[in-house]
């Protein structure tokens, strides 16, 4: 009888042609992966993916909520959607991600034109929302922390990334609490994916064409299920057939424990790149974060695994302007910056976010913070073109992810995940290639093909 009820309201979909999903998304890597396994959900009830969003049945918006005025930006960007369908037949509306989950209601009551409001933890349940909101007409909020069963059911329905690099998340949530993050309230408490679950994606995305696999989890590095830690989920996953590069972000310093170090060692297919965020060079600062180590303590996980192998580099994100920083404390950032020479990082203003513990501490003035933000950006900014332009007339070896966008040529990675564009061919994606780099700009190295008998490689 559910089934006959199902049916119907599959042929009532059908027949109201709802059919095209448009979904934007904001935010982190793990939000691009929740967007494609939205995607692969609703395909199951009929629905294809449009990049026109004027063509859309179903506008999706996966939002995220970490800095700045993530609320408004939703709103904004419905009254967009409202504009351009006015003429038109209104299209579903969900809003899903971390603004979903920290407004989620409120949301409903404030703008009419969303249908549905579907936090994190709850994409199982989208395909039915949308069935059942076409029957009744029924706003709906779901916004429960259900993650085991979210991962149950995802775990069926194929993986349809057929990327050269996909994204697999492994990790969700978070314990930690720092006091400026919104995270832990957005995605719930810390939980990790059971081992054979997250390998079993691994091959089907292998098997479907994916060289290189990107472990996800807001601290991916706390992973624990079983007795099964990152380190034995990376040495799993090396052993699938025709995988070639595995990496994972974003990791806590605190969880870098010692047999991920030892990975380092043992692993042929981890990538020589750290995504170690630090925040704050100064210990008074990590302090007042909530942060839980001290800079000493991230500077030997920068020896330790420099000892192993000399060509890791680290990357990090900074927040500048933290309630409490003084001078001395931003010159201490600077200064750690100046030390470790991060090959790439990301560097934001402190923003207050509702509800979290620095939302109350007074803020640092608007024009230092500003000022201190772009000393800093300065200085990543100048360690990534001298690392770049010491690529120059050196042979990387570069995985080929697609063609560039006037497809004249073709573009990769690095070892170090720095852009690299060249003369390749079509047949040339999915290949690990030597590539000899004779230009560099902040963000690209650009370079060509050499043969087999070049063998200096980088
Ligand atoms: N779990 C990671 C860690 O512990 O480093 C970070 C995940 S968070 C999604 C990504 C980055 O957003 C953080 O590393 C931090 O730099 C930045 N961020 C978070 N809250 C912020 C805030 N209130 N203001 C400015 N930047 C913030
Ligand atoms: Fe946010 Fe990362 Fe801190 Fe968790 S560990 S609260 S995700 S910054
Ligand atoms: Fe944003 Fe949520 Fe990711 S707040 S950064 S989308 S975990």
């Given at each position: 009888c559910r089934l006959q009820t199902r049916t119907l309201l599959y042929k009532k979909i059908t027949s109201l042609m709802?059919?095209?999903?448009?979904?934007?998304?904001?935010?982190?890597?793990?939000?691009?992966?929740?967007?494609?396994?939205?995607?692969d959900s609703v395909k199951k009830i009929g629905f294809q993916k449009t990049d026109n969003y004027e063509d859309a049945n179903c506008y999706l918006l996966n939002t995220c909520h970490i800095r700045d005025k993530a609320k408004e930006k939703v709103y904004h960007e419905i009254g967009r959607v409202k504009k351009i369908f006015r003429s038109k037949q209104k299209p579903l509306v969900i809003i899903t991600g971390c603004v979903a989950q920290a407004e989620n209601e409120e949301m409903l009551k404030r703008e009419p034109y969303i249908d549905f409001v579907i936090g994190p933890q709850s994409y199982h349940k989208i395909n039915n929302s949308i069935l059942n909101y076409i029957e009744k007409q029924k706003k709906i909020n779901e916004t429960e922390f259900d993650t085991d069963t979210k991962f149950n059911y995802l775990s069926k329905i194929n993986n349809g990334s057929n990327k050269v690099s996909s994204f697999?998340?492994?990790?969700?949530g978070c314990d930690k609490f720092c006091y400026f993050c919104v995270v832990p309230y957005t995605r719930g408490p810390e939980y990790s994916r059971p081992f054979k679950q997250i390998v079993d994606e691994a091959?089907?995305?292998?098997?479907?064409?994916?060289?290189?696999?990107?472990?996800?989890?807001?601290?991916?590095?706390?992973?624990q299920n079983e007795n099964y830690r990152l380190s034995n989920l990376i040495l799993e996953i090396e052993n699938i057939a025709g995988i070639e590069r595995i990496r994972y972000t974003t990791s806590h310093p605190k969880d870098m424990t010692e047999d991920l170090i030892e990975v380092y060692k043992s692993s042929k297919k981890l990538m020589p790149l750290v995504h170690l965020p630090v925040q704050s060079g100064s210990n008074k600062i990590l302090k007042l974060m909530n942060r839980n180590h001290t800079i000493e303590e991230y500077l030997q996980i920068f020896d330790k695994l420099k000892g192993i192998n000399s060509s890791i580099e680290f990357s990090s994100d900074f927040i500048i302007g933290y309630p409490g920083e003084d001078e001395e404390d931003f010159?201490?950032?600077?200064?750690?910056?100046?030390?470790i020479k991060f090959i790439n990082s990301y560097s934001f203003i402190f923003s207050p976010r509702p509800g979290t513990t620095a939302a109350n501490y007074e803020l640092v003035d608007k024009t230092i913070s500003k000022k201190r933000l772009?000393?800093?950006?300065?200085?990543?900014?100048?360690?990534?073109?001298?690392?770049?332009?010491?690529y120059e007339d050196k042979i990387l070896n570069v995985l080929v992810e697609n063609l560039t966008k006037d497809r004249k040529h073709t573009f990769g990675r690095s070892q170090h995940m720095t852009s690299v564009i060249f003369d390749g061919q079509k047949e040339d994606i999915g290949k690990i290639l030597p590539v000899k780099i004779k230009k560099t700009n902040r963000s690209t190295l650009f370079g060509h093909i050499v043969k087999k008998s070049d063998k200096k490689v980088a």
């Open positions: 709802v059919k095209k999903i448009f979904i934007k998304t904001f935010g982190c890597q793990m939000n691009e992966y929740d967007s494609n396994r939205i995607l697999l998340t492994i990790q969700e091959k089907y995305l292998v098997d479907h064409g994916s060289k290189e696999i990107i472990l996800l989890g807001q601290n991916v590095n706390a992973y010159e201490d950032t600077f200064n750690l910056i100046k030390k772009n000393k800093v950006q300065n200085l990543l900014f100048e360690n990534q073109i001298n690392i770049n332009k010491s």
